[in-house]
């Protein structure tokens, strides 16, 4: 499996992908928002996209379809219920339908409720585990669920799927966003040495070229991973104190979206 980030640039913060047979060329095309990008980006490596999977029905996912379908004549692969939110939808998927690109590549879908209600990962086993996490699993932080989503959902995510990915799943999120969630983990739990040791080296930093972390990192310094921390209990009780002392992981995970939600 071969991958290309693509860094928009925009103001959203969007990443881009490509993922490719390294046998024939063929490419799937994740979120392809900045189409002429993507569509350079398969040119320089001499690949073909031949579908485009949408993580979730938002434009500043889709906005790129129409433009790649009409030089590729890609087909568009969303969630099986997102079929009246993204137009030209050639093909749903559900939880555990599989995504094969040429002859190497498959890729297994998630339902990953939360974002929205309508809401994909991808994820690669084999030797080099990743997960294409779109807006559910940023690095170091989650997704909101301002524009069709809930919170409730989005914790069941956490718990029941992303919580149980090995260790040296590699994480491939829609947007850059890791400097400010790491600020805001230090907000939430100020004596995460991991968090204070990376935000140096992310701040101010070219996202093209950032890091791409793992879920076993991801475990260490994102908080909404760390919901039995003592020290996150105890900063959340200051601002939420009906919790009490001993609050629920689904508690902690809503209340430190709610803050989140204002930082």
Same mark, same amino acid.
């Given at each position: 499996?071969?991958?290309?980030?693509? &860094?928009?640039?925009?103001?959203?913060?969007?990443?881009?992908?490509? /993922?490719? %047979?390294? !046998?024939?060329? !063929?490419?799937?095309?994740?979120?392809?928002?900045?189409?002429?990008?993507?569509?350079?980006?398969?040119?320089?490596?001499? &690949?073909?996209?031949?579908?485009?999977?949408?993580?979730?029905?938002?434009?500043?996912?889709?906005?790129?379809?129409?433009?790649?379908?009409?030089?590729?004549?890609?087909?568009?692969?969303?969630?099986?219920?997102?079929?009246?939110?993204?137009?030209?939808?050639?093909?749903?998927?559900?939880?555990?339908?599989?995504?094969? @690109?040429?002859?190497? @590549?498959?890729? !297994? %879908?998630?339902?990953?409720?939360?974002?929205?209600?309508?809401?994909? %990962?991808?994820?690669?086993?084999?030797?080099?585990?990743?997960?294409?996490?779109?807006?559910?699993?940023? $690095?170091?932080?989650?997704?909101?669920?301002?524009?069709?989503? $809930?919170?409730?959902?989005?914790?069941?995510?956490?718990?029941?799927?992303?919580?149980?990915?090995?260790?040296?799943?590699?994480?491939?999120?829609?947007?850059?966003? /890791?400097?400010?969630?790491?600020?805001?983990?230090?907000?939430?739990?100020?004596?995460?040495?991991?968090?204070?040791?990376?935000?140096?080296?992310? !701040?101010?930093?070219?996202?093209?070229?950032?890091? @791409?972390?793992? /879920?076993?990192?991801?475990?260490?310094?994102?908080?909404?991973?760390?919901?039995?921390?003592?020290?996150?209990?105890?900063?959340?009780?200051?601002?939420?104190?009906? /919790?009490?002392?001993?609050?629920?992981?689904?508690?902690?995970?809503?209340?430190?979206?709610?803050?989140?939600?204002? &930082?």
């Amino acid at each position: 499996m071969l991958v290309e980030r693509i &860094w928009t640039g925009n103001s959203y913060r969007n990443f881009n992908y490509l /993922i490719a %047979c390294p !046998e024939t060329g !063929e490419a799937l095309a994740i979120d392809p928002l900045d189409h002429e990008k993507c569509l350079a980006t398969a040119l320089r490596r001499g &690949w073909s996209i031949t579908q485009i999977l949408n993580t979730h029905e938002h434009h500043d996912h889709t906005g790129g379809n129409d433009a790649v379908v009409a030089k590729t004549g890609a087909k568009v692969i969303a969630h099986h219920k997102a079929g009246g939110k993204i137009a030209g939808m050639d093909r749903g998927v559900a939880a555990g339908d599989v995504i094969k @690109v040429g002859k190497t @590549v498959e890729l !297994e %879908c998630m339902d990953t409720p939360g974002h929205t209600m309508c809401h994909v %990962c991808l994820r690669a086993h084999g030797d080099h585990p990743a997960i294409f996490s779109g807006d559910t699993l940023f $690095n170091a932080g989650a997704g909101n669920c301002h524009n069709g989503g $809930n919170v409730q959902d989005m914790f069941a995510t956490f718990a029941r799927q992303l919580a149980t990915l090995p260790d040296d799943t590699r994480v491939y999120p829609g947007h850059d966003y /890791i400097e400010n969630n790491l600020k805001f983990t230090l907000s939430r739990e100020p004596d995460n040495e991991d968090a204070r040791a990376l935000l140096p080296k992310v !701040e101010n930093h070219d996202p093209a070229t950032s890091i @791409v972390t793992t /879920i076993g990192q991801e475990r260490k310094f994102n908080t909404f991973f760390r919901l039995a921390s003592a020290t996150v209990i105890a900063k959340l009780r200051e601002a939420f104190p009906d /919790i009490g002392a001993a609050p629920d992981a689904r508690t902690v995970f809503v209340k430190l979206r709610e803050l989140r939600n204002k &930082w």
